[in-house]
């Protein structure tokens, strides 16, 4: 596989496309504009296009989308209860996004709703519980299985500025593409265990990035899995998008921006490029 470098795009074609070819081209004068640090890579049945793809940066929250993927592959070892009720105490709670941290005193939760927790509203306190309960460890050996060569989890969330963190979980977008799609093709997983984790993408309450110039009026049919991640200067989003048949893994990934607004309308757009190619709009 061709790897990108920093800042720079390429594309790799399966065989000749003129949507293909136009989406790469869009994709890469999107990027050129962006005053940051970026990590995109995009994967279809035609090809991938990267942009530093394999560059690690900074991964925010998007770290909890393997964290849930180890969590369920350790409940098929027996050793790890999804539907086991656990009690997260008021010492647990941190800030930052998601709705333990505003629930009084304890709270009795199931492990299989902590994982939902972490991915629909990306909540903080669900995740550490959960990164305790699995550990570092055996989350960085399930990256390292599904190929991610550019990704480290080192640390619990800490709701502080990451920029000022002496350690930090870092991935690549082409690293994250490749947990999703080892989430999507089941690998080791059972197809009630695969389907949880893609229900709990979809169900994504965060969609102001990826999804967000595409997604009034979707039918059924199109299915949008996503799991988004941000901090100061900092704005990712990456997931899959099905229609027509056909899926694209879509990861961007931008640090040290200007302004953060200017990240979440480069993903929007990039977003919307990939709808449109999947769409025959382009």
């Keep these: ?33 962006v ?8 994967h279809t049945e035609e090809g991938e296009i990267g942009y530093g793809s394999a560059t690690p940066l900074i991964a925010a929250s998007l770290i909890k989308v393997p964290c849930v993927y180890a969590a369920v592959l350790k409940s098929k070892e027996g050793t790890f209860e999804l539907d086991e009720e656990t009690i997260v105490s008021a010492e647990q709670k941190i800030g930052g996004t998601g709705v333990l941290f505003h629930m009084p005193g304890e709270v009795r939760i199931t492990n299989r709703q902590l994982l ?19 550990g570092i460890p055996y989350i960085q050996k399930t990256m390292v299985s599904a190929g991610c060569d550019s990704s480290w989890i080192k640390r619990k969330i800490i709701h ?39 229900s709990s993408l979809t169900g994504q309450q965060i969609n102001h990035k990826l999804p967000y110039l595409f997604s009034d009026g979707l039918p ?32 961007v990934m931008t640090v040290k921006l200007e302004t953060n607004i200017e990240g979440q309308e480069y993903i929007r757009k990039v977003g919307k490029a990939v709808y449109n190619y999947l769409s025959g709009y382009i």
């Excluded at 049919?221 to 027509?244: P, S, Y």
């Design 116 to 134: 939902s927790l972490m991915i629909t509203v990306s909540d903080n306190t669900a995740t550490n519980v959960i990164i305790d309960r699995i």
């Design 160 to 198: 502080t500025d990451p920029n000022t963190q002496p350690l930090n979980n870092i991935m690549s977008a082409r690293d994250f593409n490749r947990i999703l799609m080892a989430i999507n093709q089941g690998k080791n997983l059972t197809e009630e265990n695969r389907e949880f984790i893609l």
């Design 35 to 42: 005053k940051g640090d970026i990590s995109l890579h995009i």
């Design 1 to 33: 596989m061709k790897v990108c470098g920093r800042n720079k795009c390429c594309i790799i074609k399966e065989r000749n496309h003129l949507d293909f070819e136009t989406l790469g081209h869009t994709v890469q004068t999107l990027s050129k504009k």
């Design 220 to 251: 059924p049919t199109v299915r949008v899995a996503h799991k988004t991640g941000d901090d100061i200067g900092m704005e990712h989003n990456g997931g899959m998008i099905c229609l027509n048949g056909k899926t694209a893994y879509v990861t």
